[in-house]
C-alpha cells in the first residue's frame, strides 16, 4: 500500500525558481528517501534523512523532516531546466519489514527555460 | 561500483504468453534484490523482494513469480501474461553498505497486448 504521498502531483515553474514538494506519510519511519525519475527511466537516489535529524542539504536539495506531522519536504533550489523529472519520496519503516522501502506516486515538476 | 543490468529493455507481448525478465547486479555482493512494477504516471508498487539465494517474499497476489538462482540474478516470471501485467518493471537492489538506499536498474517496458 502508498504510505508516501507527494503534493503537489504536478508542479511547473520557470527556470531559476525554487521548486518546493510535500510528501506526507502514516507510520512511524526508521527514514525518509527522495528519488528523481527522469522520463521512462530508472529511480536515481538523492538524499536520505533519518528519523532523528531534521533538515538536510545536498547541492541544490534542502530537504526537512517532521515526525510530528509525519511530513517531509524537498526544496531544489534555483531550478534548471535538466531539473525536469518525476520526484518520489520513499519511506523505510521502522521495525518489521524495513528492508522494504514505500513509495508514493510522484510530483511530476517541469522546469520551463 | 554498482551496477544494474535488466534486459529486455522493451518487450511487446500478447495475452496468456509466458514472461522472463531479467536482473544481473555488479559490484556488491549478498545484495537485497527488488521487483517493482510502475504502471504508467503511477508510483512504484513493490511486487517482490529477496534477501538471499532461493528466498523470495511476495508482496501482491498475482500471476506473477520471482526466483534467485544466483546472488547477483533476479528474475520474474509469469507463465500466462494479462492485459493488466503491462508496466515498467524496475529491478532494485540494496546494498549492506547503503543503509535502505536502493539503486535502480534502467527498467523493462512491458506491453501486453
Known amino acids: 500500500s502508498q504510505q508516501g504521498e507527494e503534493d503537489p502531483q504536478a508542479l511547473s515553474i520557470q527556470e531559476g525558481e525554487n521548486a518546493t514538494m510535500n510528501c506526507s506519510y502514516k507510520?512511524?519511519?526508521?527514514?525518509l528517501q527522495w528519488y528523481r525519475q527522469n522520463s521512462g527511466r530508472g529511480l536515481v537516489h538523492l538524499i536520505l534523512i533519518r528519523s532523528n535529524e531534521r533538515e538536510k542539504h545536498s547541492g541544490r536539495l534542502r530537504v526537512t523532516l517532521d515526525t510530528s506531522k509525519k511530513s517531509s519536504s524537498l526544496l531544489i533550489t534555483a531550478s534548471r531546466a535538466a531539473d525536469t523529472a518525476s520526484y518520489f519520496c520513499?519511506?523505510?519503516?521502522?521495525?518489521?519489514?524495513?528492508?522494504?522501502?514505500?513509495f508514493g506516486k510522484g510530483t511530476k515538476l517541469s522546469v520551463i527555460p | 561500483s554498482q551496477t544494474i543490468h535488466q534486459w529486455p529493455a522493451t518487450l511487446v507481448q500478447p495475452v496468456g504468453s509466458p514472461l522472463s525478465l531479467e536482473c544481473t547486479v555488479e559490484?556488491?555482493?549478498?545484495?537485497?534484490l527488488y521487483w517493482y512494477r510502475q504502471a504508467a504516471g503511477r508510483g512504484l508498487q513493490l511486487l517482490f523482494y529477496?534477501?538471499?539465494?532461493?528466498?523470495i517474499s511476495s508482496e501482491v497476489p498475482q500471476n506473477l513469480s520471482a526466483s534467485r538462482p544466483q546472488d547477483r540474478q533476479f528474475i520474474l516470471s509469469s507463465k500466462k501474461l494479462l492485459l493488466s501485467d503491462s508496466g515498467f518493471y524496475l529491478c532494485a537492489l540494496e546494498s549492506g553498505y547503503s543503509y535502505n538506499e536502493q539503486f535502480f536498474g534502467p527498467g523493462t517496458r512491458l506491453t501486453v497486448l
Open positions: 559490484g556488491t555482493s549478498n545484495p537485497n
Open positions: 507510520t512511524s519511519i526508521n527514514n
Open positions: 520513499a519511506t523505510a519503516n521502522s521495525g518489521a519489514g524495513s528492508y522494504q522501502l514505500t
Open positions: 529477496s534477501v538471499g539465494i532461493g528466498q
